[in-house]
């Protein structure tokens, strides 16, 4: 991790925008370097100031949370992004994620909890609180006849039942640590695992997987 976390706040609300930057400068380890109001300018932005981390809305007056994310999984070496959502009034929480997010905070969160999402997120730990997963599953589609169930099987098929394991590690919310301590191997070994999971589905990162084997 960089001695200094560099943050990017998009968000089309300026009251949002301007506490959130004051509330992150009290944190020594992260560092604001831009605030914008609509997605559109994100991969300007990302280009310019070369974030670790961005916090995204959702809801935009301009372009929306969810395709902004998915042009940044376009650029070479990009960002980390949670994504800030009410939740509730909110149903695309789960498109946010499936693009590319590394995880999503209500942005009622306290202060600590964002600066801990932000950390954990450049750590390759996805931000998916216990009390909210329970929520995201209670509202998903059932999966059993999609196209996705089909897509989530077909990739379990093609992995090694190692790479299953990690898997289903990885979809339980467990961390690379937990899942060492469970199958009897080292967190290099895990990250290994992870790592050609992630290449055999095509995906960016362990909370897409997590959807997908939840799907499957």
């Given at each position: ?89 909110d149903d695309h929480v789960f498109r946010a994620l499936r693009a590319g997010a590394s995880g999503f905070l209500l942005k009622e969160t ?39 169930a089909a897509e989530g099987r077909q990739l379990l098929a093609r992995l090694s039942e190692r790479e299953r394991e990690v898997a289903r ?31 055999k589905a095509g995906l960016d990162n362990r909370v897409q997987l997590a959807l997908l084997v939840h799907d499957a």
């Amino acid at each position: 991790m960089a001695e200094v976390i560099r943050v990017l706040i998009v968000d089309d609300d300026a009251l949002v925008r301007t506490g959130l930057t004051l509330m992150l400068k009290g944190a020594p380890d992260l560092e604001v370097v831009g605030a914008v109001a609509d997605g559109a300018e994100v991969p300007g932005a990302v280009r310019s100031w070369a974030p670790d981390v961005v916090l995204m809305d959702i809801r935009m007056a301009g372009l929306d949370g969810i395709t902004a994310t998915q042009s940044l999984r376009r650029l070479r070496n990009p960002p980390e992004v949670i994504v800030l959502t009410t939740f509730d009034a909110d149903d695309h929480v789960f498109r946010a994620l499936r693009a590319g997010a590394s995880g999503f905070l209500l942005k009622e969160t306290p202060p600590a909890g964002i600066v801990d999402a932000i950390r954990r997120v450049v750590l390759g730990e996805p931000v998916l609180s216990p009390s909210v997963t329970r929520r995201l599953i209670a509202h998903l589609e059932p999966a059993a006849e999609t196209a996705r169930a089909a897509e989530g099987r077909q990739l379990l098929a093609r992995l090694s039942e190692r790479e299953r394991e990690v898997a289903r590690g990885v979809a339980q919310g467990k961390t690379n640590a937990e899942i060492a301590a469970d199958l009897h191997m080292s967190v290099g070994t895990v990250k290994g695992y992870l790592s050609r999971v992630l290449t055999k589905a095509g995906l960016d990162n362990r909370v897409q997987l997590a959807l997908l084997v939840h799907d499957a």
